[in-house]
Nanobody
């Protein structure tokens, strides 16, 4: 069983930056692909970014490319999401997710239902 704990959310003005962190425990961290999703009231959880277990590849949704960077520190069982040039539309609860299973299709990481473990979420609010 893997436990994920996010931190780093808060209130920031448009154009500002935040750094989210997610610490994992209870599993073999290097076996898990790790992702960030976000959710606003009344909407489904949305893919933001993903990093492979090996750390050699990263993927982003189009709306955050060039502004957000996902990274992992396997020595600290941690992933981070550096968010720059924040926009009001980035306002959401951000969730960290992990999954170590085999998936049969290439873009599985964009689907929240494919992740087995989730954190409790951290609120990010960007004011205009």
């Amino acid at each position: 069983q893997v436990q994920l704990v996010e931190s780093g959310g808060g209130l920031v003005q448009a154009g500002g930056h935040l750094r989210l962190s997610c610490v994992a425990s209870g599993g073999t961290f290097t076996s898990y692909g790790m992702g960030w999703f976000r959710q606003t009231p009344g909407k489904e959880r949305e893919f933001v970014a993903f990093i492979r277990a090996t750390g050699d590849r990263t993927y982003y949704t189009d709306s955050v490319k060039g502004r957000f960077t996902i990274s992992r520190d396997n020595a600290k069982n941690t992933i981070n999401l550096q968010m720059n040039s924040l926009k009001p539309e980035d306002t959401a609860v951000y969730y960290c997710a992990a999954d170590g299973r085999f998936h049969t299709y290439t873009l599985w990481y964009r689907n929240a239902r494919e992740f087995e473990y989730w954190g409790q979420g951290t609120q990010v609010t960007v004011s205009s």
